[in-house]
């Protein structure tokens, strides 16, 4: 079955950086484009990026500058890096792959930035 785990979350200082990573099984990896989302405390779920099975990558407007997307199709992963950090980044990031029209969604990675 499809499998999305995420992992490299975590509580940082404003100004630092993560590399968030998504470990996908259970599909043809390569074959299918990634996103990540994130959800804030209060707010809805929004679209970070998203990277074709080639490796195009594409940025929400708001997402453009700090954030990194980039896939290993070797090693079935999707990762996410988030660089100059702030505050308002604190969200539950989480990886989504769309298989023939059904959605799937990793359990998410929190990441919190605080000092």
């Known amino acids: 079955q499809v499998q999305l785990v995420e992992s490299g979350g975590g509580l940082v200082q404003p100004g630092g950086s993560l590399r968030l990573s998504c470990a996908a099984s259970?599909?043809?990896?390569?074959?299918?484009?990634m996103s990540w989302y994130r959800q804030a405390p209060g707010k809805e779920r929004e679209l970070v990026a998203s990277?074709?099975?080639?490796?195009?990558?594409f940025y929400a407007d708001s997402m453009k500058g700090r954030f990194t997307i980039s896939r290993d199709n070797a090693k079935n992963t999707v990762y996410l890096q988030i660089n100059s950090l702030k505050p308002e980044d604190t969200a539950v990031y989480y990886c989504?792959?769309?298989?023939?029209?059904?959605?799937?969604w990793g359990q998410g990675t929190q990441v919190t930035v605080s000092s």
């Open positions: 259970g599909f043809t990896f390569s074959s299918y484009a």
């Open positions: 990277i074709s099975g080639g490796g195009t990558a």
């Open positions: 989504k792959a769309v298989l023939i029209g059904r959605h799937y």
